[in-house]
């Protein structure tokens, strides 16, 4: 599965828009949307996307299958 298919699917299960995600990762919109789009395989801020996202890397490069998988449990 692509990256942006899976960036789009985490946004719309946290209700969450592309302006919100780069707001609050401190990636331009721009960036945002060329990932979700499918401009790129990869971005150097994919830990941050990840982290604001709810799942990690690996889920959005599409390495596991499970958005929660291997998360770091933050109390």
């Known amino acids: ?3 942006g298919i899976r960036i ?3 946004l719309k299960a946290l209700n969450m828009t592309q302006a919100e995600l780069a707001r609050r ?3 331009p919109q721009t960036t945002i949307n060329g990932l979700v789009r ?3 395989r990869t971005s150097p801020h994919l830990i941050k996307v990840a ?3 709810q799942t990690t890397p690996a889920y ?3 390495a596991v299958d499970d958005p929660v998988a291997e998360l ?4």
């Open 72 to 75: 770091p449990y933050f109390a």
């Open 8 to 10: 789009a699917e985490r």
């Open 51 to 53: 982290r604001e996202l």
């Open 1 to 3: 599965m692509r990256l």
């Open 25 to 27: 990762t401190g990636v």
């Open 60 to 62: 959005l490069s599409g």
């Open 38 to 40: 499918g401009n790129s």
